[in-house]
C-alpha cells in the first residue's frame, strides 16, 4: 500500500512525542471519568437508590439495568479482542499483526471496566472481598455470578501474562530509545530476559492461544457470561442455549468494531498509513461483516422460535421485539452494516476507512443498546407476568448514563497511557512487513538484535 | 418411610423401620455388635477416632452384612458439612448430579448407623450427628409429629377464597418488620385471567415469598448470604454477609425479593429498643444449627431482603406462644392464611388443605367451650332441642361441630397448631353435650341432623330403587334425609364401603353406629365451599415452594388489575412503625424510589 517501509522509529513516535490533541483528548477523557467518579462517591453516599433502578414485582421497576447491561458490553469487547489476538497468532494471520497488541491492550482495558462495573453495581462493595471470596469455595460451584467475577479474573490475568511475555522481546531491543524515566517498569518487564527464550515464548504465546479459543466458547462470551442469563427459566427472554453463541458473535462484533476505531485513531494520529493499512481495515470490515451475519442469524433463530407457536411468556417476550425500538434499532443498524460490508466486497470502492469506522460505531452502539434491552427485557417480560399493574419502568439515571462516558473515558486513558510506555505495535510486525510476508523473521531479526545487545549488556 | 429403597441395607427395610429392634432378635452376630455399638461409643467420646473405627470393623461387617453400608469417614464429613448449613447443601448440591438427594444420604446413615448400634453418636453435640439422629428418628414409624429437628419444614396453606382483601396481612407484615415505604413483603393482589376457564372464584393472589425447598434464589447468590435454614427451611438473607448484588431477586421467579436501595427510614437502635422486653433484638436470631445472623426484621442499606416468616418468632425470642405463628397469620381476620410445619401432616397448613372445607369450617364455627356448656346444660332435657336451646346452638352448628368430628378420624387434635386446638374445642364441647346425656352418635340424633339416614326399623336390609347417593352434586340435605332408605349400596358402587358400613352396623342399640363420613363432608362442604383449585404456585419451575394455595390458580396469561389493591386501597391504609410513626402503604415501590433517583427524567424505556 504504502511506500514508507515501518521502522522502529514509527512504533516508537507515540512514546517519544507528546502532542496538544494528546493533552485534550487525555483532559476530556479524564473528566469523563472524574464526573462519574463524583456519581459513584454520590451513589455510595446516597445508595443505589440515585440510580433509575427499583425492583421487580411489585417494586414496579428492574433490578439490574444500565450497569449490567454495560457490563456485559465491555466484557463482549474484552473477549472478543482476547479471541481476536489469539486467531492472528495461532493461525497465523499475520496480516493482522499490527493490531493484534492493540486488541490485547483492549481486552485488558474492557475487563478493567468491567470489573469495575461489578463494583459500581453492588450495593455493598466494600464486601466484595470478605463475602465473595471467603464464601468462594462453596459459591463457586453453584453461583453464574462467581463464575464470572472468576473467569474475568483469570482472563485478565492470562491476557496480562501473554502481553509481558510479547512485550519482553520488544522492550529488550527497543530500551535504548525508551524513555529512562520508565526504567523501573522496563527492568521489571525484562527480568531475566535472555535471547533464547525467544524461541520459548513464542511455542507458549502459541498454546496460551490455543487455550484462549478452545476455552472461549466455553468459559468467554460463549459460556459464563451469557450462563449469567440463559441458565434462568424464569426468562423467557434469556433462557435457553442460544444465548451462548449469540454472546459470542456481539463480543466479535463488538471487539471487531473496536479494534478498528482504535486502530483509526492510531493511525490518524501517528501517520501509520503504512503500518495500520487499509489493507487491514477491508480484513477487519469483511470479518465484521461475518460475524454480523452470525449475529443477526442467531437473533433470526430466537425469533423464530419464539413466535410461531411460543408457550405464552415466550410469546410475550418475542412479541415485544419487534416494536421496540430498543431491539429494532440496534438490529436495523447491524442489518445496514452487513449490507454495506456486502457491498464493499462487490464494489471495492465503497469502502473508505471513514466508512468502516461508522461501521464501527454503529455496530458499538447496537451490541450495546441490545445488550440494555436484553437486560431489561427479562423483567419486563417474566414467566410470572402477573404484576401488570406495577410494570418495570426504567430510564438510566444521570449517573448511570456518566458512567458510560466515564468508563469509555476510562479505557481512552488506558490507551492513551500505555502508549507513552510500551509500543502498541509490537515490533514482529514491524519486522514482518519489511519481510517478504514468508519466512522472514529471522534474517529480519538481525539488525534490531544488534542494536539491541548494548542495552542488555548495560542492564 | 425410609422404606423407599430397599437396597441399601442387607438387612432389608423391616428392619429399618424397627429399629429398637435389638440384634439379637436377627441372625446376625450380636457380639460384633455390641463391640462396635461400644466402640461407637468410644468414638463419641473422642478416644477413637471414625476412621480407626471403620478400619477396625471393616472386615467384620462385609463378612458378617455382606456388604458395609455404615458412614465411612467421609460420609460422616458430609453429613457434618450439611449440618453446617448452606455450606454442606451447596456441596452437596454440586456433586449431588445423579446421586440420591441429601435427604435420603441422610435417611440412609441415619439408618444404617442405628442398624450397627451407632446410634450412639447421635449424642455427639454437634449438628451433624443431631442432624443424623432426627433423621433416625423421622424413619421410626412411629411418626410422632414432633418428629426430629432436622424435620421442620415451615410453609402456609393460603386460601385465597377466605381471603376478603383486607390487606391487614400486609400492613401486620411492614409493621413487624418495619419495613419502608413499598417494601411489600406481603403483597395482596387481583388479577383479570383472559385465559382462564370462567371460575365462581375471586382472582386474588396473597403472596409472601414462598420459601422454596430448591429456591433458585439460593443457588445463584455468590454469597451464601441468601441460605436456608436446615433446622426449618427457612429462606433468609444474611444482612451482614450480602453484598447487594440483585443475583437473587433476579433468579426468583415469583418477583418476591425488595433492594434496600436507600438508608432504611428506620434505624437498628430504634428496633432493638422497641423490642428490648424481648428475649432478642428481632433482627439477629440463632436457629440452634449456627451462630447468630442478622436475618430478620428491615434490611440496611444495599441489602436484599423479603418476607422471612418470622424467624425470630420461630427460635422463640418473642415467646413460645409466638413459636410457630406469623405477623400476617396472625393479622388475618378470616383465617385465611394457615403457617405451619409442611413437613407434619397434621400441622394447620397441611391439616387446613387436606380438607379445606373443614378448615374454612373450624375457622368459622365458635364451639362453646366445655365448662360453659355444662353450665348451660344443667336442668336441661336430654333431647336434641332442648340440648340445642339450653346450650344456646342452632342445628347447624352442631351438625358442623359433629362433622368436623367424623370428618376429622384418628387425626382428631393431632398436632400442636390453632386448627388442631379447634379440633380439640369441638371434641371437649361435644364429649360435654355427650355426657349430658344426648347420644351423638345416636342415628335418630345424627339423623335429624342431616348427618346419617333415618333409621329404618321396619324394613329388611334389601336393595331399593330409590337410593340416593350422598355423592350425587344435586342431592339436597333435607331431601335426602326425608328418604326412608339406607341401604343402597348394591345400586351405588362408588360409595359401597361407607354406605355398606352403616347397613351393617345399623341397629336399634345407638353405641355401634358408624358415623356416616360423606354425609359430614357434604355438609362441610355444603357450610364452607371447596375451593376452585389447590396449587402451588410456578410449580413448573422445579422451586417446590412451601405455599398451598386454595382457590382460582392464576394462568400464564393473568394480569394485575388497576387500580391496585383489592378493594381496599393501598395508599388507604398505613402501619405503625417502631418509632411511633405511622406509614401510608405503597403498591408501586418505583413511585417511592423515584425521588432519589438523579436526574429522573420521568420518562421509560
Ligand atoms: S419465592 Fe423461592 S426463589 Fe423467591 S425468594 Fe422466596 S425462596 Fe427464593
Ligand atoms: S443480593 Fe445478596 S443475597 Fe441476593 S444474591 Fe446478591 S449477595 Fe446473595
Known amino acids: 500500500m504504502s511506500t514508507k517501509s515501518p521502522t522502529e522509529a514509527d512504533i516508537l513516535r507515540p512514546i517519544q512525542n507528546v502532542s496538544k490533541t494528546y493533552f485534550i483528548m487525555f483532559a476530556v477523557a479524564a473528566l469523563a471519568l472524574g464526573a462519574f467518579l463524583i456519581g459513584w462517591a454520590y451513589q455510595l453516599q446516597q445508595g443505589l437508590v440515585v440510580t433509575g433502578l427499583s425492583d421487580w414485582g411489585s417494586g414496579g421497576g428492574v433490578t439490574w439495568g444500565l450497569y449490567i447491561g454495560a457490563f456485559i458490553w465491555w466484557v463482549g469487547i474484552a473477549h472478543g479482542g482476547i479471541i481476536l489476538s489469539a486467531a492472528v497468532r495461532l493461525l497465523g494471520m499475520d496480516r493482522y499483526m499490527p493490531v493484534a497488541r492493540l486488541a490485547e491492550l483492549l481486552t485488558l482495558a474492557g475487563l478493567s471496566a468491567a470489573g469495575f462495573y461489578i463494583l459500581v453495581h453492588m450495593g455493598r462493595p466494600d464486601r466484595m472481598v470478605t463475602s465473595v471470596l471467603g464464601h468462594y469455595h462453596i459459591t463457586v460451584n453453584n453461583s453464574p455470578l462467581v463464575w464470572d467475577v472468576t473467569v474475568i479474573t483469570a482472563y485478565f490475568v492470562l491476557t496480562a501474562t501473554y502481553l509481558a511475555l510479547t512485550i519482553r522481546y520488544d522492550v529488550t531491543r527497543l530500551r535504548d530509545q525508551l524513555p529512562d524515566r520508565f526504567d523501573p517498569v522496563y527492568d521489571g518487564l525484562t527480568l531475566g530476559y535472555s535471547e533464547k527464550e525467544d524461541q520459548i515464548i513464542d511455542r507458549m504465546v502459541w498454546w496460551v492461544a490455543l487455550a484462549i479459543i478452545i476455552m472461549a466458547p466455553l468459559l468467554l462470551h460463549g459460556g ?16 435457553g442455549a442460544v444465548q451462548g453463541p449469540q454472546f459470542l458473535t456481539i463480543a466479535l462484533t463488538s471487539a471487531i468494531s473496536g479494534v478498528i476505531l482504535l486502530s483509526a485513531a492510531f493511525r490518524w494520529a501517528y501517520d501509520w498509513d503504512h503500518i495500520i493499512t487499509d489493507d487491514i481495515f477491508r480484513g477487519l470490515l469483511l470479518w465484521l461483516g461475518f460475524f454480523c451475519l452470525l449475529f443477526l442469524w442467531l437473533q433470526l433463530q430466537q425469533l423464530t422460535a419464539g413466535s410461531f407457536h411460543p408457550t405464552v411468556d415466550h410469546g410475550a417476550a418475542t412479541a415485544s421485539k419487534f416494536s421496540h425500538p430498543l431491539y429494532v434499532g440496534p438490529i436495523l443498524g447491524v442489518l445496514g452494516v452487513l449490507g454495506f460490508i456486502f457491498a464493499t466486497t462487490i464494489r471495492p470502492s465503497l469502502f473508505t476507512k471513514l466508512r468502516a469506522m461508522i461501521a464501527g460505531v454503529i455496530v458499538l452502539t447496537a451490541t450495546l443498546l441490545e445488550k440494555l434491552y436484553f437486560v431489561l427485557s427479562g423483567f419486563w417480560y417474566p414467566t410470572f407476568s402477573i404484576y401488570e399493574a406495577t410494570p418495570g419502568d426504567y430510564f438510566p439515571s444521570a449517573i ?3 458512567s458510560l462516558l466515564g468508563t469509555i473515558g476510562l479505557v481512552v486513558l488506558f490507551f492513551l497511557a500505555v502508549a507513552k510506555v510500551i509500543p502498541v505495535v509490537e515490533l514482529h510486525a514491524i519486522e514482518h512487513l519489511r519481510g517478504d510476508h514468508g519466512h522472514g523473521h529471522e534474517p529480519e531479526h538481525e539488525p534490531v ?3 539491541t545487545k548494548q542495552p542488555e549488556v548495560e542492564a | 418411610m425410609s422404606a423407599d429403597d430397599e437396597s441399601f441395607h442387607p438387612l432389608g427395610e423391616e428392619w429399618e423401620n424397627d429399629l429398637e429392634g435389638m440384634l ?15 466402640d461407637a461409643m468410644r468414638v463419641t467420646r473422642g478416644e477413637l477416632s471414625e476412621a480407626d473405627f471403620h478400619e477396625k470393623y471393616h472386615e467384620e461387617v462385609l463378612e458378617e452384612f455382606g456388604e458395609d453400608n455404615r458412614p465411612t469417614q467421609e460420609a460422616y464429613e458430609k453429613a457434618q458439612e450439611e449440618a453446617k448449613g448452606t455450606v454442606g447443601r451447596m456441596l452437596s448440591r454440586f456433586d449431588g448430579d445423579g446421586e440420591e438427594p441429601r435427604r435420603d444420604v441422610m435417611k440412609k446413615m441415619g439408618a444404617g448407623a442405628a442398624a450397627v448400634g451407632l446410634g450412639a453418636w447421635a449424642t455427639v453435640d454437634d449438628g451433624g450427628q443431631e442432624a443424623v439422629a432426627a433423621q433416625d428418628e423421622e424413619d421410626d414409624e412411629s411418626g410422632a409429629p414432633e418428629g426430629g429437628e432436622g424435620d421442620v419444614q415451615w410453609g402456609m396453606a393460603i386460601d385465597l377464597e377466605r381471603c376478603d382483601g383486607c390487606l391487614s396481612c400486609v400492613t401486620a407484615c411492614s409493621s413487624e418488620n418495619n419495613l419502608d415505604q413499598g417494601v411489600n413483603w406481603m403483597y395482596v393482589l387481583e388479577f383479570e385471567d383472559p385465559g382462564a376457564s370462567s371460575s365462581t372464584s375471586r382472582n386474588r393472589l396473597v403472596r409472601p415469598c414462598q420459601h422454596c425447598t430448591d429456591a433458585p434464589c439460593e443457588k445463584v447468590c455468590p454469597t451464601t448470604a441468601r441460605h436456608t435454614r436446615d433446622s426449618d427451611g427457612l429462606v433468609l438473607t444474611d444482612y451482614d454477609v450480602c453484598i447487594g448484588c440483585r443475583y437473587c431477586q433476579v433468579a426468583c421467579p415469583y418477583g418476591v425479593n425488595y433492594f434496600q436501595w ?10 432493638a429498643e422497641f423490642h428490648e422486653d424481648m428475649d432478642g433484638d428481632h433482627m439477629t436470631t440463632d436457629d440452634g444449627y449456627g451462630s447468630e445472623r442478622w436475618v430478620d426484621s428491615r434490611a440496611p442499606r444495599g441489602v436484599m431482603s423479603k418476607c422471612t416468616m418470622c424467624p425470630t418468632r420461630q427460635d422463640g425470642q418473642m415467646g413460645d406462644e409466638m413459636v410457630g405463628t406469623t405477623a400476617c397469620e396472625e393479622a388475618c381476620p378470616p383465617d385465611a392464611i394457615q403457617f405451619g410445619n409442611m413437613h407434619n401432616e397434621s400441622s394447620d397448613p397441611q391439616k387446613y388443605a387436606d380438607n379445606p372445607a373443614r378448615g374454612r369450617t373450624l375457622a368459622q364455627i365458635n364451639p362453646p367451650s366445655a365448662d360453659e356448656l355444662e353450665e348451660d346444660l344443667e336442668g336441661a332435657d336430654e333431647d336434641l332441642e332442648s340440648v340445642l336451646e339450653a346450650a344456646d346452638l342452632d342445628e347447624e352448628e352442631l351438625a358442623l361441630m359433629i362433622a368436623v368430628q367424623i370428618t376429622g378420624g384418628d387425626e382428631m387434635g393431632d398436632g400442636d397448631g390453632d386448627v388442631a386446638d379447634l379440633e380439640n374445642d369441638v371434641t371437649e364441647a361435644l364429649a360435654a353435650i355427650e355426657s349430658h346425656g344426648l347420644g351423638l352418635a345416636n342415628q335418630e340424633v345424627l339423623a335429624e341432623l342431616d348427618l346419617a339416614d333415618e333409621p329404618d326399623l321396619d324394613e329388611p336390609a334389601d336393595g331399593d330403587e330409590e337410593g340416593v347417593d350422598v355423592d350425587d352434586e344435586d342431592a339436597d340435605a333435607d331431601d335426602e334425609a326425608e328418604d326412608e332408605e339406607g341401604e343402597d349400596e348394591e345400586e351405588n358402587d362408588d360409595d359401597e364401603e361407607e354406605n355398606g358400613d352403616d347397613e351393617e352396623e345399623e341397629d336399634e342399640d345407638d353405641e355401634a353406629f358408624e358415623p356416616d363420613e360423606e354425609a359430614a363432608q357434604f355438609l362441610l362442604e355444603q357450610f364452607a365451599g371447596t375451593p376452585a383449585s389447590n396449587f402451588k404456585l410456578l410449580e413448573e419451575q422445579g422451586t417446590n415452594p412451601n405455599i398451598i394455595y386454595l382457590g382460582n390458580e392464576p394462568g ?17 391504609i398505613s402501619y405503625e412503625r417502631a418509632d411511633g410513626e405511622s406509614v401510608e402503604a405503597v403498591d408501586n415501590r418505583k413511585d417511592v424510589l423515584d425521588e432519589g433517583t438523579v436526574g429522573d427524567a420521568g420518562v421509560s424505556l
Open chain 2, 262 to 271: 436507600d438508608e432504611p427510614d428506620i434505624s437498628t437502635d430504634e428496633i
Open chain 1, 449 to 451: 538484535e544488534e542494536s
Open chain 2, 556 to 572: 400464564p396469561q393473568a394480569e394485575q388489575t388497576e387500580p391496585t389493591g383489592t378493594g381496599v386501597n393501598y395508599e388507604d
Open chain 2, 24 to 38: 439379637d432378635d436377627t441372625e446376625y452376630d450380636t457380639d460384633l455388635g455390641m463391640a462396635m455399638a461400644e
Open chain 1, 224 to 239: 459464563v457470561i451469557p450462563w449469567l442469563f440463559a441458565v434462568l427459566p424464569n426468562y423467557p427472554g434469556w433462557f
Open chain 1, 400 to 402: 448511570e448514563i456518566s
